[in-house]
């Protein structure tokens, strides 16, 4: 089965500083796609990102790029400009790209971003 | 509207009792997802129905948990005799084909069963 772990319960960042959000992940399958959602105090969980495996290239949205390194499995999450509205629970989830297999995304235990003026 | 819809927002209950949950997915998404989040957690997958079945139903905890989605739009997630321990959000996500589909979720159902 698959699982997926994020290390850091909480982490700070000065408002227009950069912070890394880590998470590793394990799995015996070779293409699958990783997500970073967000989740504001609102509950609504919010996609930030998304990397398909096959793909060498790290994904990047605006202020928001991944460091996806396969071999090691991670997938870290660079925001960069933080802002006051980037403050959030952050979680990691892994989904399987296996036609006929789950398609549930299985998630790591979130980070708490909290972003100081 | 536009987003997955979810109701109700907050529900409490008494143990022993019955609970309805709804979930509104965004229109025209044939794949349907409902997952629990305990405090601290993240979310954990339960169910998944691709249009009127259930693709997928190994995450439900117990039988006293069923959804259904009886024509391939709304969902219900349905939870007998309630326990303290069901008290979490539970978040229900649609997407619009499998595989390279993202998922959407809903604002969730706060459940507290007292």
């Known amino acids: 089965a698959q699982t997926v772990t994020q290390s850091q319960p909480e982490m700070s960042v000065q408002e227009a500083e950069t912070v890394t959000l880590s998470c590793t992940y394990d799995t015996s399958e070779s293409d699958y796609y990783l997500f970073w959602y967000k989740q504001p105090p609102s509950r609504q969980m919010i996609l930030v990102i998304r990397?398909?495996?096959?793909?060498?290239q790290n994904a990047t949205e605006n202020r928001f790029s991944v460091n996806f390194q396969k071999a090691a499995k991670s997938f870290s999450l660079k925001i960069s400009d933080s802002q006051l509205g980037d403050a959030a629970m952050y979680f990691c989830?892994?989904?399987?790209?296996?036609?006929?297999?789950?398609?549930?995304?299985?998630f790591g235990k979130g980070t708490k971003l909290t972003v100081n003026p | 509207g536009a987003g997955v819809s979810q109701t109700p927002s907050n529900k409490v209950t008494e143990k022993g009792k019955y609970v309805e949950l709804r979930c509104d997915p965004i229109?025209?998404?044939?794949?349907l997802y409902w997952y629990r989040q305990s405090l601290g957690q993240g979310p954990e997958f339960l169910i998944y129905?691709?249009?009127?079945?259930?693709?997928?139903d190994s995450g439900l905890p117990n039988d006293r948990f069923f959804a259904v989605r009886p024509e391939g739009s709304v969902s219900t997630l349905k939870i007998q005799r309630t326990e303290r321990g069901d008290s979490a959000v539970y978040l229900c996500?649609?997407?619009?084909?499998?595989?390279?589909?993202?998922?959407?979720f809903g604002p969730g159902t706060r459940l507290t069963v007292l």
């Open positions: 129905f691709q249009g009127t079945g259930a693709a997928d």
């Open positions: 996500a649609s997407s619009s084909s499998t595989i390279t589909d993202t998922q959407y």
């Open positions: 990397q398909e495996a096959y793909k060498q």
């Open positions: 229109s025209g998404h044939t794949a």
């Open positions: 989830a892994y989904r399987s790209s296996h036609q006929g297999g789950s398609e549930k995304l299985v």
